[in-house]
Structure formats: C-alpha cells, structure tokens
T-cell receptor, first 117, second 111 residues
C-alpha cells in the first residue's frame, strides 16, 4: 500500500537553530501534502497545505516565515522550522495525497518529535 | 467537511468489543465517514470508511445509521494494542481538501 515516510523521527536542536523535516511519498506521486503539529494530549492541528510547484497555504495563526514549506517535487515536501524556540517543541506529522490515490484514505507519516533546548 | 462529535474517552475490557460512537448530524450526501486511530507518538492510521452501508475489514466494523447522522466503530475483540485515540472524520472521498481533526475518543483497553 501507499507509504508516507518522514525523516527524522526525532530531533533535538538548540534554540535559535533551524531544523528541516522531510516528508516523502514512497510509491505514489503526492500532488498535495498536509503538515500538522500536535502538542501533548491534544489533537492534530493543521499547519499548512502544500501543493507541488506552488506556495503553501498556511492556516490562520501559523507563521509562514517561521515554518517554511517547500514542495519542489511530487515525492518530497519539507518543513523547516526556522530559529526554533522551546515553544516549537512538538510532534510534527505530514500527510500526502495523489491523483492515483484520490479515492483512497489519507496516508500519514509516522511523525517527527522535535525538542528545542 | 461536516463536524463530528465523539466522547472524550472510553474504557473497554480486553477481549470485549469496543464500540466507539460518532455523531455527524450535518453530513452531506456525498460525504463518507472515515475512522483513523493514533497510537501514542505515531502518525494516524487509517481503519475503515463507509458511505451508507455497513463495512467490515480485518481491523474493525463500521455501522452507519440509516439517516447517516451517526456511526459506530466496532473493534470486535479489543486488545491492549488497541489503546489509542480514535478519530471520526467525514469528508468527500475524492477530495484534496484539508482534513481537520477533532479531539477524538481516547480508548483505554484494560486488562
């Protein structure tokens, strides 16, 4: 079945540095990817929608200059947390959608645990 | 996407059936009911979906009421590994629209 892979699965970084998270669709072309953030004991919160070859659409309250999303190919989207601070520590999850799977359920990556010290 | 309401939490004894309800009274005719679950520190996992007929797969059964305003996910023989947060989502099937998650139901399977 379709697989969405996220990398890394966890990362620890120092405050002020930037961190890049990758989301790959392994056996299908993902024209649309969704990025979520999840704080402890809370539900997934949609951050942005990225479409291949175009700028991402950010949800209200999500800083686009802080959370840079690049969807340069049909199999890869990246989320870069710039100048990370401890409050950015969270669980980040991506999901992918493609034409070949438009009738299929969404597929999710296994998430990336970001800890900013 | 239509809104859904689910109980915040439920307990189920190991080996018994877990019945997780979901209300979606404003569901549209072309919207499907999807169920996902999220085990701690993992991404959501697809379970099952349906339009109006009851559905069953190797993981669960989905019972949708005739008026489609509510549904129940049934895990026939719950195990400890079924402890997770279960999300009920309604949406058009062939859609690129964003998926918004509600708070879901936290299911605890008790030995």
């Amino acid at each position: 079945g379709a697989v969405v892979s996220q990398h890394p699965s966890w990362v620890i970084c120092k405050s002020g540095t930037s961190v890049k998270i990758e989301c790959r669709s392994l056996d299908f072309q993902a024209t649309t990817m969704f990025w979520y953030r999840q704080f402890p004991k809370q539900s997934l919160m949609l951050m942005a929608t990225s479409n291949e070859g175009s700028k991402a659409t950010y949800e209200q309250g999500v800083e686009k200059d802080k959370f840079l999303i690049n969807h340069a190919s049909l199999t890869l989207s990246t989320l870069t947390v710039t100048s990370a601070h401890p409050e950015d520590s969270s669980f980040y999850i991506c999901s992918a959608r493609g034409d070949s799977l438009v009738n299929s359920p969404l597929h999710f990556g296994n998430g990336t645990r970001l800890t900013v010290t | 996407d239509a809104k859904t309401t689910q109980p915040t939490s439920m307990d189920c004894a190991e080996g018994r059936a877990a019945n997780l309800p979901c209300n979606h009274s404003t569901i549209s005719g072309n919207e499907y009911v999807y169920w996902y679950r999220q085990i701690h520190s993992q991404g959501p996992q697809y379970i099952i979906h349906g339009l109006k007929n009851n559905e069953t797969n190797e993981m669960a059964s989905l019972i949708i009421t005739e008026d489609r305003k509510s549904s129940t996910l049934i895990l026939p023989h719950a195990t400890l590994r079924d402890t997770a947060v279960y999300y009920c989502i309604v949406r058009v099937r062939a859609s690129y629209d964003k998926v918004i998650f509600g708070p879901g139901t936290s299911l605890s399977v008790i030995p």
